[in-house]
């Protein structure tokens, strides 16, 4: 083609940059685990250049705290020893996050390291040696792809608070073993297995549509798939959550199985994974044409699904909102209301605020830009809730509010809501909507009008016996019927086989399949 490019550099650039991205799509993960794989098991494939990885130190400067300049030279020259190429990133220098092109994988030795930072295609490993907290309470903590922790103790911490499951690895250290080096190349190999059982579990990408992590918090979505990535990975499959901005990534088309929480935007589709559709909002924005996309599609609502289902082809099965229950449980020390309402106005009236509308209750709302022209404003008693405080919140009201935005209700889409303050054990009424009955088996009493809202609300109040048991009931339904286990499992009930269908390598694939792609070439980086 040098008579092309001469000709017109632009449209050869064009081209090129269009077959790249045609190809990932159709091989990325395929081609990302055979050459991953063949390099950390010493092989020469697919590259010439040994595996790379980079180790964060904080350097020699007790300034900066915690004294793993040691340990990680010490792993480091052990996994030299397995033949993989090793450089390190210092923090007493400028460029604690400017890694080189070249690295696949970095192993983080400080809490502080912020991985949001680094390329998306760099596996990310987190080795916790103490001080858990602080590696827990960091915002980019689920960002990680790998945990390893230092006791069963902190293996516990992780699992109860991340989304992640730790292995453990004891530190080690050669300076008390004279004769033997065994305990540092133990860890050594502990990591190069970690890194084989990454790259050969069925990987899974969650897509939401939050543009950045500025105001995070206030992303319901997040916290879903937060929720959901859990539960993934306590099953075996290595999860990452995919921000807007990720979505045309090539590390996004890497993933096995892409699961797009619908939101505001269409997410890409590509066609070497296993693309799962999980509308839980937005049906105004569903079409045939975005269903057909997928290879299956979940409605969180019975009544929409059934809608579309005659209209596609693909598949089109029910799957409700669902619960964290390790998040969401009865928790003390939260602040008592009589009536509690935590939402965002999205600058616009509340149903359920306007039907309470000089209430005598002690009423208190939670949430962003509840202006003067929406609500009085001595109800109004904070701006945000922060998503790991809602569980103490919750449990101290004696009544939950929820409402449900109008497309919503009339579509039969249940408010997340609900599942999260039954399983803290609370009590809650609701506007009415299409198969909440049957959901939480009668443990939420609705109302259909602004007249039946205060006298439904005086009536539980001068009843907190009545209270107490319906909000045990719903709690008890919740956990049985509503946690994220449950649904993660009917995702992998249908996502799997479909990704068993398909060859986990390219050496799986028939002859005729790879003709025309060629051999990869000696020093191919595996991006």
């Known amino acids: 083609e040098s008579a092309t490019r001469a000709v017109d550099q632009r449209r050869y650039a064009a081209r090129v940059a269009a077959n790249r991205k045609t190809f990932i ?58 033949g993989w190429c090793v450089s390190y990133r210092a923090r007493d220098n400028d460029g604690w996050y400017a890694v080189d092109t070249s690295v696949e994988a970095i192993i983080v030795l400080h809490d502080a390291f912020d991985v949001r930072r680094l390329p998306r295609n760099v596996v990310k490993i987190a080795w916790i040696h103490d001080d858990p907290e602080h590696w827990l309470d960091r915002l980019w903590f689920d960002e990680f792809d790998l945990v390893f922790a230092s006791s069963d103790r902190i293996v516990e911490m992780v699992r109860e608070r991340s989304a992640k499951v730790a292995r453990g690895m004891p530190i080690a250290t050669n300076e008390a073993h004279t004769t033997s080096a065994d305990p540092v190349a133990r860890n050594a190999v502990a990591i190069r297995d970690g890194l084989i059982d990454w790259a050969s579990a069925t990987r899974y990408g969650l897509r939401i549509g939050a543009p950045s992590w500025d105001g995070i918090d206030r992303w319901g979505d997040y916290h879903f798939a937060r929720g959901l990535q859990r539960s993934l990975e306590r099953a075996g499959h290595p999860t990452r959550v995919h921000f807007l901005h990720d979505w045309p990534s090539s590390a ?37 044409e975005i269903y057909e996309r997928y290879d299956h599609v979940f409605v969180a609502s019975d009544r929409f699904a059934a809608r579309m289902a005659p209209q596609v082809a693909v598949p089109v099965t029910s799957l409700h909102q669902a619960t964290d229950p390790e998040r969401f449980r009865p928790e003390p020390g939260g602040p008592r209301h009589e009536l509690l309402f935590v939402a965002n106005s999205r600058k616009v009236h509340r149903r359920i605020v306007d039907d309470l509308a000089g209430t005598t209750h002690d009423l208190a709302i939670y949430g962003r830009d509840w202006t003067s022209d929406l609500v009085d404003q001595r109800f109004v008693k904070g701006e945000s809730v922060r998503n790991t405080e809602l569980a103490r919140y919750y449990s101290a009201a004696d009544v939950v509010l929820n409402d449900h935005w109008d497309d919503m209700r009339i579509e039969g889409f249940i408010s ?26 009668g443990a ?44 993660g499992n009917a995702i992998r009930d249908v996502a799997e086989p479909l990704a068993r269908a398909r060859p986990a390598g390219i050496d799986g694939l028939p002859a005729a399949a790879m003709t025309g792609y060629g051999s990869a070439r000696p020093g191919a980086r595996r991006k």
């Open 252 to 288: 996004a088309a890497r993933d096995d199985i892409a699961i797009h929480l619908f939101g505001l935007k269409q997410a890409p589709t590509h066609r070497g994974q296993v693309n799962i559709l999980w509308q839980i909002s937005h049906p105004d924005l569903a079409t045939p």
């Open 416 to 441: 997340n809501r609900l599942y999260d303050a039954l399983a803290c054990g609370t009590f809650v009424i609701s506007d009415t909507v299409d198969g909440i009955e049957a959901e939480f088996d």
């Open 25 to 82: 799509s159709l091989w990325g993960p395929r081609l990302f685990r055979d050459a991953l794989l063949d390099a950390l098991h010493g092989g020469h494939r697919f590259s010439s250049d040994p595996f790379h990885v980079a180790i964060t130190v904080n350097g020699h400067d007790p300034a900066f705290g915690f004294g793993d300049w040691s340990t990680g030279h010490e792993l480091g020259d052990a996994l030299e020893a397995l």
């Open 444 to 487: 939420v009493p609705t109302y259909g009008s602004r007249a039946e809202l205060e006298p439904l609300i005086a009536r539980f109040l001068d009843d907190p016996d009545e209270r107490r048991r319906l909000a045990g009931h719903g709690r008890a339904i919740v956990l049985e019927r509503h946690t994220f286990d449950l649904r």
